[in-house]
């Protein structure tokens, strides 16, 4: 649904973002993540067709953004972090108004009426914007960016500002949205990216320094194999038996928790899970399991590794070298 080839930003001297790909499939939630002056807002504005791009290109449904405007644009939807909101209107006449500017062929009474069923501001369509809440102003904004049911929606820190209650309202409110729609979601809260993205996309310096499931950078990034279980019963068999599972650096027990449970810390070798083995023998042995965690790292602190720590160049290269054999596995089989 949304390609994007060797992309490319000059601004004078400064590359803000250099030679950068991926591609969005249909129906994927993505979360397109970067410290500041990493080159992320200024991608979102290519990806939106808002400001040009020196070299590359941007593909929406097939549509070149530069090529065709108008009709790239067709396709997508789109929420600013500052919503475009007229605060003098009412609800209902400033989504006709949008409606209207977007020529949208829809029939009109019924596409609104279901737009602010789903974004839960049918009872506020009929208030002025400018006396509405903070959360129902984000959900108004998001409501013009449903209008013509574009199949891409580009959203620009949904959240900001909200309280937890109405975070958590739009996260499930995104989350259903892309059921029927492709999402790129830029977002600083890096817990909602965790929660409601199928992928991260993370960009540091003008370029992808990440692209994967959250689940598998921790995978690739963390050096740290442990797992933490306690188990009630006798210390000494529980200790025996552990020892003898299949990729085990080592284990020990730590101080007794509660009476007769005590909790032990397990290293494995690498791509080892010991947590399936670890459940088996404890359902064999009829021992008790009160508590199990993987020291898996989150998606903060692989951000914070990525962008901050020395291995970043590291990062990069390797991406661009599983990228370079994907791409050759690829053509090998086309030839």
Known sequence: MIEVKNLTKHYGDKKAVNDISFVVNDGEILGFLGP????????MNMLTGYISSTSGSVLINGVDVLDDPIKAKANIGYLPEIPPLYLDMTVKAY??????????????KSHLTDICELCKITDVKDRIIKHLSKGYKQRVGLAQALIGNPPVLILDEPTVGLDPKQMVE????IKKLGRNHTVILSSHILSEIQAVCDRVIIINKGEIAADDTAANLSKKISTDHRLIVRIEGNKDEILFELRKIPGLKYVRADMEREKGVYEYEMEAEEDVDLRREVSALVNKMNW??????????TLEDIFLKITMGEGVSEHIKKLKESKSEQNETENGGNN
């Open 36 to 43: 500041n002056g990493a080159g992320k807002s200024t991608t």
């Open 95 to 108: 989504l006709n108004f949008v409606f209207d500017l977007k020529k949208c062929k829809l029939p009109r």
């Open 170 to 173: 739009i996260r499930t409110l």
């Open 288 to 297: 008790t399991i009160l508590y199990m965690n993987s020291a898996e790292i």
